[in-house]
């Protein structure tokens, strides 16, 4: 009996225990670890340079070759990083020289500006070049100012491009041209070209027997320089029959009639008083040629 009652109580302790076991509630779930301070930061960092590539587009310029007839040329596209000019240059032995044209441009994406430019000046290749706005806002302020051309790295954002030159502009082309003088001033077809110390600024005094010798360089309509000359000294004055001669520097220009073929110089220094002519709009002092009466 007692062996008996000893069993029924281990058998009570034991359904205890496992009830008690069954019974018990689960263990609480741990939240997940905060992020650490370290990754916190790596995370900021990605993100704000992310903004700063958005914020800071890469500058360029989109331009196709066109005709300039109109005066204007047209820009398809230009991003810059902020406000600034689209600028036209002419060239100037194949590099950017003087301007022709400006047009404003915003920060981010502008397309199909139209930039005035003064045709008359238009050399065959111009370029198209970006500059920043850092001076006052909206006044062109180069080359004496800090609206220097705005850069992409190391290079400038320049893009070259071919233009149609209007009809009007098909007169004669002074040019520039290497001789045994240095470099001087010939028509478009490399044909020599002089002035005459006689003369005075603006105003020819070669006519009658002087004239055959030494034609005038005239021009219908209008007409513009070639490289290497320089568009501001160019002009033209009104002959006494009324007709246009060109001008350089004030002084009007003039073939001789002995030159046959692009090159030749024979009328340099004749009667002490004709000269060839430097791109500077200077007589070029030398010798050679033959001697014809002064007029």
């Known amino acids: 009996m007692r062996h008996f009652s000893r069993s029924i109580l281990i058998m009570f302790l034991l359904s205890g225990l496992l009830i008690a076991a069954c019974s018990a509630p689960e263990a609480a779930t741990e939240p997940p670890p905060e992020p650490t301070e370290g990754v916190e930061a790596g995370a900021a960092a990605e ?43 002419i060239s100037a032995d ?35 070049m970006l500059h920043v706005d850092a001076g006052e806002a909206g006044e062109f302020e180069f080359p004496e100012g800090p609206d220097v051309p705005a850069t992409r790295g190391d290079a400038i954002v320049n893009v070259p491009f071919s233009v ?36 005075t600024p603006g105003k020819s005094t070669c006519y009658d027997g002087c004239a055959a010798n030494w034609p005038a360089l005239i021009v219908d309509g ?39 073929s692009p090159g030749d110089v024979s009328g340099q220094g004749v009667g002490g008083v004709w000269f060839v002519v430097s791109p500077s709009g200077a007589a070029v002092t030398g010798t050679g040629g033959d001697d014809l009466p002064d007029y």
Not at 103 to 115: I, N, S
């Open 47 to 89: 993100e704000t340079q992310a903004e700063s590539e958005e914020e800071s587009p890469v500058q360029s310029v989109a331009v196709s070759d066109q005709d300039v007839s109109t005066g204007t040329v047209t820009i398809e596209e230009v991003v810059s990083a902020g406000p600034g000019w689209l600028v036209i240059h």
């Open 94 to 128: 194949g590099d950017p020289g003087p301007i022709i044209g400006t047009a404003k441009v915003e920060a981010g994406v502008t397309r199909d500006l139209v930039v005035d430019i003064d045709a008359q000046r238009a050399t065959e290749q111009l370029f198209a």
């Open 164 to 199: 149609v030159l209007p009809e009007t502009m098909a007169g004669p082309i002074v040019e520039t041209s290497d001789s045994p003088f240095g470099e001087i001033l010939v028509d478009a077809e490399g044909l020599t070209l002089y002035l005459f110390t006689n003369d």
């Open 222 to 260: 209008d007409f513009i320089g070639g490289e290497g000359i320089d568009a501001d000294l160019l002009a033209a004055t009104t002959r006494d029959d009324g007709s246009m001669q060109v001008t350089y520097n004030g002084w009007p220009l003039y073939y001789y009639v002995l030159d046959q």
